[in-house]
């Protein structure tokens, strides 16, 4: 009786052993059911945010790269209006600003009226300006002695247009061998030929022999070239009169 009685306590020990043993490790598997549900919420979470990140760095992204591409589109823009501007610039330029002849007619023009000719002068002589020169084919040649200093002769003078145009030359001694001066002038050294009209008008010629010079009166121009004569004091003036302009 008392052995029956002890060996079913001991049974019932054995089964308190199982039953802690088996609620310890429920308790262990809850635990770890929990932790583990835990952690996959917090990596829902995590990937959510993670996602919603990237999603704002896209969408950041995506909004500099449009902002870029209107830049550059209007960069373009401005630089084909600069381009068109320069070109227009550069078109305005060379139709403004003379080159080659026109820039040399211009210049003369403006040496003239700053010499004191009318405007409305000008116009008149280049409407009415020619290509072929009407003249009178008689060309007249006059010698005259070259003078070497300021002594005036009655031979270093050649008239011209019945008396309305007067032919002067100074020139620069010859030398011998020894370096004296001699009584003629050197047709090596330059020349400075005077052309005096009535009134007492002047224009200048300067270099060495031959020279060519114009003399405009009223409707006619006296075109000269003077070369060293056949003396070798003397210089002879050739002259042709041709309608002007």
Not at 129 to 145: G, I
Request: glycine content about 8%.
């Amino acid at each position: 009786m008392g052995y029956g009685f002890h060996e079913e306590r001991l049974r019932t020990r054995r089964r308190g052993r199982i039953a802690l043993i088996g609620a310890k490790w429920a308790v262990m598997a809850g635990v770890l059911a929990i932790t583990a549900y835990l952690a996959h919420v917090a990596g829902i979470h995590l990937a959510e945010a993670r996602s919603g990140n990237l999603s704002d760095q896209v969408e950041d992204l995506t909004a500099q790269l449009e902002t870029t591409r209107r830049e550059k589109d209007q960069l373009a823009r401005d630089l084909a209006t600069a381009t068109a501007q320069a070109e227009e610039l550069r078109k305005r330029y060379e139709s403004d600003v003379p080159t080659g002849a026109i820039s040399d007619l211009l210049r003369a023009v403006r040496t003239r009226l700053a010499a004191g000719v009318k405007p409305e002068r000008l116009a008149s002589l280049i409407a009415v300006a020619e290509n072929t020169r009407r003249c009178d084919e008689k060309p007249v040649s006059k010698r005259f002695l070259v003078r070497l200093g300021p002594q005036r002769t009655p031979s270093d003078t050649a008239a011209f247009a019945e008396r309305q145009i007067l032919v002067s030359a100074l020139g620069a001694p010859g030398t011998d061998a020894s370096g004296r001066a001699e009584g003629w002038f050197d047709t090596a050294k330059p020349v400075t030929v005077t052309f005096t009209r009535i009134g007492g008008s002047e224009t200048t010629a300067t270099g060495v022999l031959p020279l060519q010079h114009a003399v405009v009166i009223k409707d006619l121009e006296y075109r000269f070239v003077v070369t060293a004569g056949e003396g070798r004091s003397f210089a002879t003036a050739t002259a042709d009169a041709c309608a002007y302009p």
